[in-house]
């Protein structure tokens, strides 16, 4: 089983700042099996990148993924009032499909 | 558009069954995979089970391994979660979600909130 770490587990930023969340995994995997999602209190979760790096439809290009092997990053470059979230990446390779902690950006 | 509504939670004692459902619209059913995630309470995802676009492949979590089956039934374009053996750790909100075929979930429901308590 691929476990993911991510890091830190809460961010404190001002909107505006750049968010940098990292997705770290316990062995390599193809970058073409690793999403984030976003998720708001009392919502579902919603795909924001999948792939490493490819945008789901309808995502802000201020949204923006990277990473290879066991290390990935999700950026947002300048943070919007609606991005007071929290992030999850997944790995979709296979079963056991699993994801990590969670990052909460929250409004400092 | 693609919808998935999920129905079917509820307060159920421990060792209790339960069945979800989930339908779809929007989409041809037949032509994707489906998932059920669930969310303890203040907690993270946790994928629960996985059948194949036919329903030929089906896989589960270990922790769910055994006591809970998943189906869908293409003329009703509904996908199932057959529940048994309840636990107080099953506790959970529900969510069937679609393998977009980008390696990750496009769409979700709104998710069912499951209760396992005496």
């Known amino acids: 089983e691929i476990v993911l770490t991510q890091s830190p587990g809460t961010l404190s930023l001002s909107p505006g700042e750049r968010a940098t969340l990292s997705c770290r995994a316990s062995q390599s995997f193809s970058s073409t099996y690793l999403a984030w999602y976003q998720q708001k209190p009392g919502q579902a979760p919603r795909l924001l990148i999948y792939g490493a790096s490819s945008r789901a439809t309808g995502i802000p290009d201020r949204f923006s993924g990277s990473g290879s092997g066991t290390d990935f990053t999700l950026t947002i470059s300048r943070l919007e009032p609606e991005d007071f979230a929290v992030y999850y990446c997944q790995q979709y390779g296979g079963s056991p499909w699993t994801f990590g902690q969670g990052t909460k950006v929250e409004i400092k | 558009q693609v919808q998935l509504v999920e129905s079917g939670g509820g307060v159920v004692q421990p060792g209790r069954s339960l069945r979800l459902s989930c339908a779809a619209s929007?989409?041809?059913?037949?032509?994707?995979?489906l998932h059920w995630v669930r969310q303890a309470p203040g907690k993270g995802l946790e994928w629960v089970a996985v059948?194949?676009?036919?329903?030929?492949?089906?896989y589960f979590a270990d922790s769910v391994k055994g006591r809970f089956t998943v189906s869908r039934d293409s003329s009703k374009n509904t996908l199932f979660l057959q529940m048994n053996s309840l636990r107080p750790d099953d506790t959970a909100v529900y969510y069937c979600?679609?393998?977009?075929?980008?390696?990750?979930?496009?769409?979700w429901g709104q998710g069912t909130l499951v209760t396992v308590s005496s």
């Open positions: 929007g989409f041809i059913f037949s032509n994707y995979a």
């Open positions: 979600a679609r393998d977009g075929y980008t390696y990750a979930y496009d769409y």
């Open positions: 059948i194949s676009y036919d329903g030929s492949n089906k």
